[in-house]
């Protein structure tokens, strides 16, 4: 059977594509919701040219189950269930078993899976001793890519690809520790005793019992406080295949082990146009600083000659409004009300902000929207975590999609490593020339 014959998706029509007056004939997939794909596979062995996009804007790059997007409708499904629904009664922990089993557990699945990742979450005591390695002033994205990527040198009984139980082993032990490393992180940098897991908590109540609590007095996870962190993890666990995930999955194309494949992904996701932007969205609501100033801002953003953009509006595929904007709305007045900053100055810069520009032709002619980040920087502050720590958040939550889509990946059996093509226009063929010979 050939690769093209593999895919789950299948062909409908077809395109016909001339190139240099030679005509070929490229079967059209169709996938269950989306637009249909030009199969281009056998484009180079047709024609012998290849496509040029950079940047991916109309490539699809693999055939998945795990997570739908329309962009135009402001739809987001994991594995066919809308984000909101999810998040609205979900748990985290469900969201994860969702993304990588394809179907929402039962009762005692969901128990299993809970007590398999609480019985994960230490981290090897050695491990410890890497952070003291560190300089205190380390940004945590700095020590994640560090500490994850060794995990693969403390965990070798689960590094082996081609065995599915060390490929599940490998799953649940990065779901479970993500959180014992970031908070580690984040403890190391302020200079606070490490916190161990708490198994008694749940996933995201533990989480901020390891950032907040301190050995000297007790500490009681506030319940609106851990089912907003969960709500938050619900929301960033899987985005199909954006920068991070693609990363994961080349990274994984060449039969890296899962530690490392993750590492690159937070990576790639620290920089400020992927994972960064929810503190850039804080900076400016903070830099606008009250209501009256918003029309200047919104004069800047409009303006071609001032390179200001609105910080949390627009996105690249979303040209409605982004269906965890929404979420992430309610669950920053819930946060600020239970830490008691329900009048907190940046909240009415950012409902105000958000009014003016939905209702500016500017924005609505070039469909921009409040994204994830234009709250979420808000909400992440009022839980009490400095900037540094929002992209670590964001790689906790969506550990669990780079997971499944590696998963995907490398059960798929025909599946091949990642290798795209270029359009060269560098020099020609041309010979050596001596070193005392060159003018
Ligand atoms: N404020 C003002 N104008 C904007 C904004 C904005 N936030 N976003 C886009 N525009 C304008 C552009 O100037 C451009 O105008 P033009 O057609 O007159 O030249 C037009 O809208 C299209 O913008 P592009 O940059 O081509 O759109 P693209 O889809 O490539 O960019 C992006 C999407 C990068 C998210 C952009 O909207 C942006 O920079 N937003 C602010 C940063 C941000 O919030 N990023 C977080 C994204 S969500 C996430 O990563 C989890």
């Given amino acids: 059977m050939s690769v093209a014959e593999t895919y789950a998706a299948p062909p409908v029509s077809e395109a016909a594509l001339t190139a240099d007056g030679e005509q070929c004939q490229l079967p059209i997939r ?3 919701l989306g637009p249909d794909v030009i199969d281009i596979t056998s484009l180079y ?9 950079p940047g991916f804007t109309s490539t699809a790059s693999c055939e998945s189950k795990i997570t739908f997007i329309d962009g135009d409708e402001g739809v987001l499904l994991y594995r066919g269930y809308p984000i909101d629904e999810l998040a609205e009664t979900g748990k985290f922990l469900e969201s994860a078993y969702l993304l990588l089993n394809g179907e929402l557990p039962t009762q005692d699945q969901f128990d299993d899976f809970s007590t398999r990742i609480a019985y ?3 981290v090897h005591e050695q491990m410890s001793q890497f952070y ?37 082993m490998a799953s649940i032990r990065m779901i479970a520790k993500m959180p014992t490393i970031a908070a580690m992180a984040h403890k190391y940098s302020i200079g606070q005793p490490f916190v161990y897991p708490q198994n008694h908590l749940d996933y995201s109540a533990n989480f901020l019992n390891m950032c907040f609590a301190v050995p000297c007095e007790p500490y009681k996870v506030d319940p609106v406080l851990s089912r907003a962190m969960d709500r938050i993890f619900i929301l960033h666990a899987d985005h199909e295949q954006n920068a991070s995930t693609s990363t994961v999955r080349l990274a994984g194309s060449s039969g890296a082990n899962p530690f490392a494949c993750i590492s690159a992904g937070i990576a790639c996701l620290w920089g400020p146009a992927h994972g960064g932007a929810n503190e850039a969205a804080l900076t400016m609501l903070q830099q606008i600083g009250t209501v009256e100033r918003i029309p200047e801002f919104i004069a800047r953003a409009k303006d071609k000659n001032d390179p200001f953009r609105l910080m949390g509006f627009g996105h690249r595929v979303y040209k409605n409004y982004d269906p965890r904007a ?10 600020l009300e239970a830490v008691g900053h329900g009048d907190d100055p940046t909240l ?26 234009f ?6 502050r009022a839980l009490g975590f400095p900037t ?14 780079w997971i499944a889509q590696w998963k995907e990946m490398i059960e798929d059996p025909y599946q091949r490593i990642g290798r795209p093509r270029q359009l060269y226009t560098g020099a020609k063929q041309r010979s050596y020339v001596p070193i005392s010979e060159r003018v």
């Fill in 30 to 32: 169709k996938g269950t």
């Fill in 45 to 53: 062995s047709k024609t012998n040219h290849f496509t040029f996009d």
């Fill in 120 to 122: 994960h979450t230490m």
């Fill in 132 to 168: 003291k390695g560190f300089r205190r002033d380390a940004h945590p994205m700095a020590v994640m890519v560090g500490v994850v990527g060794a995990l693969s040198a403390f965990y070798h009984d689960s590094t082996d690809i081609r065995d599915p139980e060390q490929r599940e």
């Fill in 326 to 335: 929404k979420i992430m709305q309610k669950t920053c007045h819930e946060v």
């Fill in 348 to 373: 009415k810069v950012a409902l105000e902000l958000e009014h003016i520009a939905l209702n500016d032709d500017y924005f609505i002619e070039k469909k921009l929207y409040p994204n994830i980040d």
């Fill in 375 to 380: 709250y979420s920087g808000i909400t992440l």
């Fill in 388 to 401: 540094e720590m929002f992209t670590v958040l964001f790689a906790i939550a969506r550990t669990v999609g």
